[in-house]
C-alpha cells in the first residue's frame, strides 16, 4: 500500500502537498495529522510545518481482478476474463460508437484520412462495425500490436 508523510506551512496545505505526490484526489486516500503546524512569532520565529501521512485506500475492484489473475497464473488457466465493472464495456462501447461517427464525418468533411490512437482489437473492432456501412467512408488497421491503430478514410 502506498503512503506518504508530506509537510507544509498548513495542514490544508500539507494534504495537497501529498495528494500531488500521490496523484490522488481526498476520496482516495485515508488521512492522518501528524503535527497541525505552528505559526510562530510573526511567522518566523518558532514556526513548524505541519505534517500528514496520507496512504492510498485499496480499491476492491482492483485488488479482485489482481486475485483472480494469481490465481489463474497458478492453476495454468491463461484464458481471457472479461470483466465488467459499472456496466464500463457498454459505456465504452458507445463512446467509440460516438467517436467513429464524428471522425467519419470529419474524414468526409476535411476529405484527408483520419488515423486514431493505438487501441486494443476489441475496440478497433468496435469501431469498424459502426461504421461498415456508412457510405462515404472506409476503415482499415495499420501497425502491429500494441501500436496498431485504425485509419478511417474518405471513399
Not at 40 to 51: C, E, K, S, V
Not at 103 to 110: D, I, P, Q, S
Request: charged share 30%; aromatic share 4%.
Amino acid at each position: 500500500m502506498k503512503q506518504v508523510t508530506a509537510t507544509g506551512p498548513t495542514v490544508d496545505e500539507a494534504v495537497q502537498n501529498g495528494l500531488k505526490e500521490l496523484n490522488a484526489t481526498m476520496e482516495q486516500v485515508e488521512m492522518t495529522i501528524v503535527d497541525e503546524g505552528k505559526r510562530g512569532i510573526l511567522g518566523i520565529f518558532g514556526a513548524r510545518p505541519a505534517i500528514v501521512k496520507l496512504k492510498l485506500k485499496i480499491d476492491p475492484v482492483e485488488e479482485t481482478v489482481k486475485f483472480l489473475q494469481n490465481v489463474c497464473a497458478q492453476m495454468d488457466v491463461f484464458k481471457l476474463l472479461h470483466l465488467d465493472v459499472e456496466n464500463y464495456r457498454s459505456r465504452r462501447e458507445e463512446s467509440l460508437i460516438q467517436l467513429a461517427h464524428r471522425l467519419a464525418n470529419k474524414a468526409v468533411r476535411e476529405k484527408r484520412k483520419i488515423s486514431l490512437e493505438p487501441m486494443p482489437a476489441y475496440e478497433r473492432r468496435i469501431i469498424h462495425t459502426a461504421l461498415s456501412d456508412h457510405e462515404k467512408v472506409t476503415t482499415y488497421s495499420v501497425g502491429t500490436e500494441p501500436k496498431r491503430h485504425l485509419i478511417i478514410e474518405p471513399k
